[in-house]
């Protein structure tokens, strides 16, 4: 019964993570929504990858905590500082994003900082909730990552996703240049308003 625990509590802190993250997108989804413009364009699409970046990244991080010990082993322990730089790096550019949108739109400031203040929260949630649930279970004897995930594994996975990312923004973009039935959007330029 004892062993029990532990995986009811990940159970809960993964379902709560996918309400938070629900919440979170649609959240930011109206309030972006409600503060643009009806012919805001590439600056509301900015701000929609900025809300993303910021609920995402932070889950992806707590994911890997609660699940994997990244002090275990060397290779652990370098995957693990590439994990945050990876996440600071969406984390700043979500910020560059927010902020782009907010100038493009005239939006008010009170959107920047809920949009950085928030994400830094959750960002901090997610580690701590990530290592306690991890430090909760019995420590397991487990192999070296290296041979968990072999390193070739790793790149070819690393070579699909993005792949796969990077044809999505292409084929929706498209599509969203292609649907669009106001001609006066179908530029590549988003300039800001009364250029």
Known sequence: MAGTQP??????????ALVLVLLLTVG???????SSSKSSGGA????VAAGAGFTVAPVVL???????????????????????VSVLAVEVVS???IIGYAALEGAPGWIVVVFIVGGAALLGASFAVGNAIRRSE???VLSPV???????????????????????VVVVGCALIV???????????VAPRGI
Do not use: C, K
Not at 7 to 16: C, G, Q, Y
Not at 44 to 47: A, K, N, R, T
Not at 146 to 168: A, G, S
Not at 179 to 189: F, I
């Open 146 to 168: 290296d041979d968990l995930y072999p390193l070739e594994e790793r790149r070819r996975d690393i070579r699909r996703l993005v792949l796969v990312t990077l044809l999505t």
């Open 179 to 189: 649907l669009d039935p106001d001609p006066r959007h179908r530029g590549w330029v």
């Open 28 to 34: 930011s989804g109206f309030l972006l929504g409600t």
């Open 138 to 140: 019995r420590a397991a």
């Open 44 to 47: 509301l699409l900015m701000g």
């Open 7 to 16: 995986r009811a509590a990940r159970v809960i802190v993964f379902v709560a």
């Open 62 to 84: 707590g994911s890997w905590l609660a699940f994997w010990n990244p002090h275990q082993s060397t290779g652990s322990q370098r995957i693990y500082r590439r994990l945050w």
């Open 95 to 97: 910020a560059a994003l």
